[in-house]
């Protein structure tokens, strides 16, 4: 895997607990400034991609390499290290529910050991871009759905990690603010950030500098 390549996924052969397999022979390439939109039906393994991608599984046959290192055998704190280059949205990537809205979105400032006066100055752009000011004290349990998914935005977003996986962009958002969500991600995607997009709907809109797939039977077409 060449510098260029974000995420490079080979004959990946992955089983549920149940023992039923969810992909037979996965094969998957994103490379640096360009994004993707996967699309597949509710049960086609979507969650499943994310857990690779994260760390949380692992395939029973094949390999998997993010930003030039392979995923096999990796500790737990060599792990995290990968994660720490991963914003996401929905699915997995829950609001810690003991942390204020402004604390959930400059945590992956506090990680990566940014400076308190820079932390403040990007949480405070973050807030003012996803219209949160007056949430910014309020706790996850206190936020409406579409708040919650502003605030993850917002949170994928502060500290420009290389790549960005949105689970179901659209779910639960009236169309003004998925208008909105979409304006981000055209932005994001021009500006070069790569991002693995996962829906259960065929994408309507297109993004720039994106690839589109179909995750069936297993498989990516």
């Known amino acids: 895997m060449n510098q260029s390549t974000i995420v490079e996924i080979n004959n990946v052969y992955l089983k549920s607990d149940r023992g039923t397999p969810i992909f037979h022979n996965l094969n998957f390439k994103l490379s640096h400034g360009r994004s993707a939109v996967i699309q597949g039906p509710a049960g086609s393994g979507k969650s499943s991609l994310v857990e690779l991608l994260i760390g949380l599984r692992r395939p029973e046959s094949g390999s998997i390499e993010l930003f030039g290192e392979s995923f096999g055998g990796l500790a737990s704190t ?11 949205v929905g699915g997995l990537f829950e609001l810690i529910s003991s942390y204020t809205v402004a604390e959930n979105i400059a945590f992956p400032l506090v990680l990566a050991g940014e400076r308190i006066k820079a ?12 219209s949160l ?7 996850p349990r206190r936020l409406t759905r579409v708040e919650r998914t502003l605030v993850q935005f917002a949170r994928a977003s502060i500290a420009n ?3 960005m996986i949105i689970d179901e962009p659209s779910a639960g958002l009236d169309s003004g603010t998925y208008g909105r969500i979409h304006e981000f991600l055209v932005k994001a995607s021009f500006s070069g950030r790569s991002m693995i997009i996962l ?10 500098n994106t690839d589109y797939y ?3 039977s297993g498989e990516l077409a």
């Open 78 to 88: 060599r792990l995290n290290r990968f994660r720490l280059k991963i914003g996401g």
């Open 119 to 130: 932390r403040k100055e990007l949480l405070l752009k973050m807030l003012s871009e996803f």
């Open 133 to 139: 000011i007056k949430q910014a004290g309020a706790y």
């Open 161 to 163: 990690q290389p790549l």
């Open 199 to 208: 829906t259960s709907e065929k994408a309507v809109e297109i993004l720039p």
């Open 214 to 216: 179909q995750l069936i």
